[in-house]
Nanobody, 117 residues
Framework: QVQVVESGGGLVQPGGSLNLSCVVS????????MAWYRQAPGKQRELVAR???????NYADSVKGRFTISRDNDKNTVYLQMNSLKFEDTAVYFC???????????WGQGTQVSVSS
C-alpha cells in the first residue's frame, strides 16, 4: 500500500523559512516524479515545484528564487525548502508522486503553512 506523508508545516512570520518533508512508501521512489502543490482557501490547487527522478526541477513563477525542491532517493523523501515566505504563500501544501506514462498518481493529506505577522 502506498503512503505519502507530509510534515514540516506551521505558522511563520513574513520573511521566515520552513522546510517541508514528504516520505513515500510502497513505491519505487527513484522512478517517480515528485511534486509539491498548494491550495489556498477559495482557490484551485496549483503546482509549486516538481523534481524528476533525474533531479530536473521546475518551479511556479511565484516561488522562483525563494523555494527549493530536492529529493533523497535513499530515504524516499522529497523536501521543499521555503525561504522569504510571504502572506500569499499561506496554503495547504500537498505532496504528489507520479509515475509518468502510467496511472500511478498518489497524494498526501497535506500540511498547513500559514504566513502571518
Amino acid at each position: 500500500q502506498v503512503q505519502v506523508v507530509e510534515s514540516g508545516g506551521g505558522l511563520v512570520q513574513p520573511g521566515g523559512s520552513l522546510n517541508l518533508s514528504c516520505v513515500v512508501s510502497g513505491i519505487t521512489f527513484k522512478t517517480y516524479r515528485m511534486a509539491w502543490y498548494r491550495q489556498a482557501p477559495g482557490k484551485q490547487r496549483e503546482l509549486v515545484a516538481r523534481i524528476t527522478g533525474r533531479t530536473n526541477t521546475n518551479y511556479a513563477d511565484s516561488v522562483k528564487g525563494r523555494f527549493t525542491i530536492s529529493r533523497d532517493n535513499d530515504k524516499n523523501t522529497v523536501y521543499l525548502q521555503m525561504n522569504s515566505l510571504k502572506f500569499e504563500d499561506t496554503a495547504v501544501y500537498f505532496c504528489n508522486a507520479n509515475l509518468p506514462g502510467t496511472a500511478a498518481d498518489y497524494w498526501g493529506q497535506g500540511t498547513q503553512v500559514s504566513v502571518s505577522s
